[in-house]
């Protein structure tokens, strides 16, 4: 009985040990997978509770030619359909030509849609097209916040008003006075949201609002969790994290890459109207480029970092090669870092949104830094001095 005790010891110590060795490396995990839900969560609340970002993305939708094409084509679509064209241009013609006006109308409209598109391309119009996106949006995030009054005139609906638009096509083509009066109060309107879908909204957008802090926190937590319990084998866990977090950068990249020719499949099975999707996609989803390009930039560093700090020959090399620098002129090797990571700034996506993290990757670069100088200096110091090999 007396020899099973330090068994049973052992064993017990054994046991308290263990999970040290695959806890670790389930909270990397476990972050990894949080991670790519926070980096979509954040990239939906960029570009749909964004004003300043849905309108710059709608501006460029419009400068892309398959989408003005396409938006062309619904125009003079809703032209036709609301005002009676034949009859307007009956009015124009001579007394011996006016039995010519159906077919002349109907002739004309694939010519208006050519017209149209370069009306589109216009300053002036595409101005009329960003305000009218930056109102929709506008009364939508007014009435997410409760702001129900904004939207009596369209009966509760989030709709884009393209009503001006059709107006400028139409007296592009000479359409004017009672004609125009034709136009039906919900002529080039577009309903994005019905006022039965809003309180789901409603209530989606405030978890979503409150997830895009709380997932970025709880990934750094469970990054930092996971570090701290990997005793001894805390670089192994910290390169780990980099590569968890290079890998999600990049599978939000390839999602971001492929899903598109899936959703216009999806959407539409109209051949003409393929491009017009894939370009909207593009547009809409750069957001989610930046944020996995931003993501990939980090995990980058992450990587970086725990290989200049571990064992392998390159690393130690690289140190000792520092050491004088690090030990003598700790000014530099603090300007070098800002100016690398003035680089990241400058060269990366310029959301504004971006600042933020970023400021947490500095904060990180900076202590990282001050770790690596005196661990060097500890590991390489001057002559004379006793080194002391870390462990």
Known sequence: MAESAPVAAEAHSHSRLAWRSWVPWTLVVLAAV???????NVWVKRQALSTDNWTNSST????????????????????YTNVDVPAALEQRLPPQAKGLAAPIAGALEGAAVQATDAV?????????WKQANRRAHKAFIALLDGKHELLVSTNGNVVLDLRPLVKQVAQQFGLSG???????????????????????????????????YFLLFLVLALFAAAVYLARGRRLRLLMGCGISVLLVGLLILVVRRYAGGYLVDALTKNADSKDAVKATW?????????????TVVYGI????????AGASRAATWCRR??????RDHPVIVYGAVALALFIVLITGPTDAQRIFPLLILFGFAFAGTEVLRRRTEREFPAAGQPSVRAG
Do not use: H
């Open 60 to 79: 460029q939708l419009l400068q892309n030619d398959q989408i003005r094409g396409a938006l062309s084509v619904y125009l003079v679509n809703q032209l």
């Open 120 to 128: 589109l391309a216009r300053p002036r119009v595409q101005e009329l």
């Open 282 to 294: 593009a547009i809409e989803t750069n957001l989610l480029r930046n944020v996995g390009i931003n």
């Open 321 to 326: 090669k520092l050491a004088p620098t690090m």
């Open 178 to 212: 009672d004609r125009l009066k034709q136009l039906p109060p919900d002529a080039g309107q577009i309903v994005i949201m019905k006022s039965s879908q809003l309180d789901t909204a409603r209530r989606s957008v405030k978890v979503l609002r409150v997830l895009s």
């Open 301 to 308: 560093g992450i990587i970086f970092a725990a290989w200049i």
């Open 34 to 40: 949080i991670g790519l839900a926070a980096a979509l």
